[in-house]
């Protein structure tokens, strides 16, 4: 069985959005993780219309300083279950996704694999069991790696294949660097560019939504990015037509 063939579309979001993201993460209790991954939940919910969803996220599962130093793969897959259901403000909603959160990184020594041999799901080649989109968000601190008599320097490299069915990859950078930056994974047999490009759209606008009034409800938060506001409410509703009076001349 081939690996989905993929593609990625990078997109920067400002630091003035990052930094008032932090400010709600912060007034709520939450990180900023919490809340992408909340707004990224809620983005689901809309699309599919399902109250019930799974996101998978990795952890690199060095919680004991012991482990800080060892050369090794501690990397573990943690499936967060979020409950969208009763239409909560997003407020509401963010603190379901602390308490997932904070339950799941709790037991993050459970492999993932032990997971699935426990529940068993139903299994099918096309897809990874669980969950078949992922989170990501890096924010560790990064220094230069050095070695002596070498100049080293980070290559990109693109597989041109894809994990998931979507993954979305996101960076916080220092204030002097930006806000937030990333990209979206995506398996490009089903999904296209544009398609994704409008996820992207519509996930920015969420967040943007979440930042300016966190007590709106789910089904009150925009989506819609103001170009495609434009098309829906101009473009597409432009639908005068110009008509001949008749005269009637007995």
Not at 69 to 77: D, H, K, Q
Not at 79 to 99: I, K, M, N, Q, Y
Not at 170 to 179: A, D, F, N, S, Y
């Amino acid at each position: 069985l081939r690996r989905p063939y993929g593609s990625a579309l990078r997109f920067v979001w400002s630091w003035h959005l990052a930094e008032r993201l932090r400010t709600v993460s912060r007034e709520h209790g939450a990180t900023l993780f919490m809340t992408l991954l909340a707004a990224f939940q809620t983005l689901l919910g809309l699309y599919s219309g399902r109250r019930d969803l799974l996101v998978g996220s990795p952890v690199a599962n060095r919680g004991r300083s012991e482990l800080e130093g060892l050369v090794g793969f501690f990397a573990n897959t943690l499936v967060l279950r979020t409950d969208l259901s009763g239409d909560p403000t997003f407020r509401e909603l963010l603190a379901r996704e602390r308490e997932v959160s904070l339950d799941a990184y709790g037991h993050q020594d459970v492999p993932f694999e032990k997971l699935v041999d426990e529940l068993n799901p139903p299994r099918d080649l096309a897809r990874t069991p669980l969950f078949q989109t992922m989170l990501i968000l890096l924010n560790a601190p990064g220094g230069a790696l050095e070695l002596p008599g070498l100049k080293l320097q980070n290559v990109a490299i693109d597989s041109r294949t894809s994990k998931m069915e979507t993954t979305v990859y996101l960076t916080e950078r220092p204030v002097e660097k930006g806000g937030l930056d990333g990209f979206v994974e995506y398996n490009s047999d089903l999904f296209d560019r544009t398609t994704i490009a409008r996820l992207i759209g519509h996930y920015r606008t969420l967040l943007s939504a979440v930042a300016a009034n966190p007590e709106l409800k789910l089904s009150e938060l925009p989506l819609l990015t103001p170009a495609e506001r434009e098309r829906a409410l101009v473009e597409w509703n432009a639908t005068a037509v110009e008509t001949l009076k008749r005269v009637d001349r007995g």
